[in-house]
Every structure is written in C-alpha cells, then in structure tokens.
C-alpha cells in the first residue's frame, strides 16, 4: 500500500539556520511527490513537486527538497529559515498509475524562532 | 486565476440533519477532488471527478456521503444523517489535465456535528 510518512510532529529552527522537515514514502512505481504548506485558517499551499529529473527541485518561497530513490525520501530543506516560515508542512505522494489522489503524511509544524 | 473557492466556510449542524458543500474549481481545471482532514492528520481522499464524471471514490466515501459535479464545473458534497464522526474539516482541490499534477486547494469547508 502506498503510503507517507513524517517522523517528526514538529520542528523548531532559530531564524536564519538551515532547516529540514523529512519525508520518507513507500510506493509501488515511480513516485510522484509533492510538498504543501498550511497556514491557520487557509488551505493548503502547493510547495514543490517532484516528478521526474534532478533529484534537488527548487519550489516556492526558497524551499527546495531533494529526491532520493535508495532512501525512499523527499527531504523538504531551506538554507535560512524566516519566522514567516512557521506553519504546517505536508509531504504527499502519488503513483503514477491510474489512481489520482495523493496520499498525505501526518503533517510537521516547523516553528522558526526570532 | 482566482483560486479554488468553498462554501461555506463553517457549518455547525446537529446530529442527523443532512448538511451540503459546494466547492468552485479554479477556471478550466478539469479535475476535482474532496478530501477530509481531521485534527492532527494530513487530508485524506474522498472522491475525484474529471469533468462531469465521478471516477474515483475512497472507501471513506460511504453511502451517506454524496457528490456530484453535474456540469463540470462546481460540485457539491451532501453528507445525509449527519454524525458526530464526521466532523472534520472538508477540502476541496482541482488540477489541469495532462502533465500538471500538482493539485490546489481551497480554503475548506470545517463542520461540525453537536
């Protein structure tokens, strides 16, 4: 079964370090994989996504994450963090077979202090 | 585009009463999606539509819930004999067809059942 995990219910970073929020999922087939971001009240942002090619993709907002097949993951990382930064981030993934749905993770508050 | 548009925004309905949402797609996207999501979890897939056609459905849809998308534009999800379980927040999501996999969201619909 397909599925998506992130280890970490929260994250904390001080403004201006590097941050990491970790995702690791289980598909069969290539994956199709994605990064939302959620602040209170709005729905969910589309980030980045990962489909075919380098495995570092650049998305919105300076966010990257970097695709490894042998690990199984989709770490979300920014080189320096900004308190804006705080909020909820989603790792979801979808095979690239005839379902279209994507499968979320549980979620990580990433929590940047000043 | 205008973004991906949800009605209404809060629902407060007591246990039984029969509740319905409506979601407006972004222009043009062909492809539309319910999830839900309930607190401390990522959303999780209900039903798909692509144009007018349901084509998929989740086994959390049951036979209480039901969508349509008559027109291929706005769909409405109607929940019947509403229960206490089904309080959560209620999201909708569209895409483009072909090649644009990344699907964006509304604000969401959060019910709840007293």
């Known amino acids: 079964a397909q599925s998506v995990a992130q280890p970490e219910d929260q994250v904390n970073v001080a403004e201006g370090n590097p941050l990491t929020v970790k995702c690791t999922y289980s598909v069969s087939g290539n994956p199709y994989l994605f990064w939302y971001v959620q602040y209170p009240n709005r729905g969910l942002q589309f980030l980045l996504k990962y489909i075919t090619g380098d495995n570092l993709v650049k998305g919105s907002y300076g966010f990257e994450a970097e695709f490894n097949k042998s690990q199984t993951s989709f770490h979300l990382k920014k080189p320096s963090a900004l308190v804006s930064d705080s909020a909820l981030y989603f790792c979801a993934v979808r095979a690239n077979q005839a379902g279209t749905a994507l499968i979320f993770g549980k979620g990580t508050t990433l929590s940047v202090s000043s | 585009d205008t973004g991906v548009s949800q009605d209404p925004r809060h629902k407060i309905t007591k246990r039984g009463q029969n509740v319905t949402f409506r979601c407006d797609p972004i222009?043009?996207?062909?492809?539309l999606y319910w999830y839900r999501q309930t607190l401390g979890q990522g959303p999780e897939f209900l039903t798909y539509f692509q144009n007018e056609a349901q084509l998929e459905k989740s086994r959390l849809l049951s036979d209480r819930f039901s969508a349509e998308r008559p027109k291929g534009s706005f769909s409405t999800l109607e929940i019947q004999r509403t229960e206490q379980g089904d309080s959560a927040m209620y999201l909708c999501?569209?895409?483009?067809?072909?090649?644009?996999?990344?699907?964006?969201f509304g604000p969401g619909t959060r019910l709840t059942v007293t």
């Open positions: 222009s043009e996207h062909n492809r």
């Open positions: 999501a569209s895409r483009r067809n072909q090649e644009v996999y990344e699907q964006y």
